[in-house]
């Protein structure tokens, strides 16, 4: 157990270090201010947890770095999803591999949300899909866990404060032990 929270601690630490995209924060500081306001709000430690790693797609994969200004959608939520399912179980995992899904819906569902997005957001929109259709949205409401990545999405969004004071990485080392499949 120690050893998978030590794997993903050094991942967020060293890989999570650069530049996130094209946002003005690390990938480190996104995933801690995105697990801060998840926990803020009195989010499950699964949920906390899932704001904390649903990125952490873009660490494990072969580098996706600037495939959204070029057209090609990295399918970070599915790869953190894979990656994560080994360790953790849906509760975690599916509002992670809903996140991009439930962008998708926000921007139907809520047609100011598009608006809020940042420029890197609304750019990895485009090639994610776009925004749902009235069928694709009551689809993916229809979903075990949209209602969490949902609200992950929203955090997610929250999460891009340049020198945001949150707590650090080993502060989380607790919520990822007890998320952890026995």
Known sequence: MAAVVDEIVGLLEKAGAERYGMEAVSQLEHALQ???HAERAGGSDALVVACLLH????????????LAERGEDAAHEHLAADWLSRYF???????????????RYLCHAEPH????????????????????????????????HAAEAVLLRRWDDAAKTPKLKTPDIAYYRRFLEATLKA
Do not use: N
Request: aromatic share 6%; charged share 20%.
């Open 34 to 36: 995105c697990a801060m």
């Open 55 to 66: 990125d952490i797609g873009h660490l494990v994969g072969e580098g996706d770095e600037g």
């Open 89 to 103: 179980g849906s509760d975690v995992v599916q509002p992670v591999r809903l996140h991009v899904d439930a962008k």
């Open 113 to 144: 949300y598009w608006a809020g997005l940042s420029q890197a957001s609304k750019t990895s929109l485009e090639v994610q899909g776009g925004t749902y259709s009235a069928d694709e949205a009551a689809a993916f409401m229809a979903q075990p």
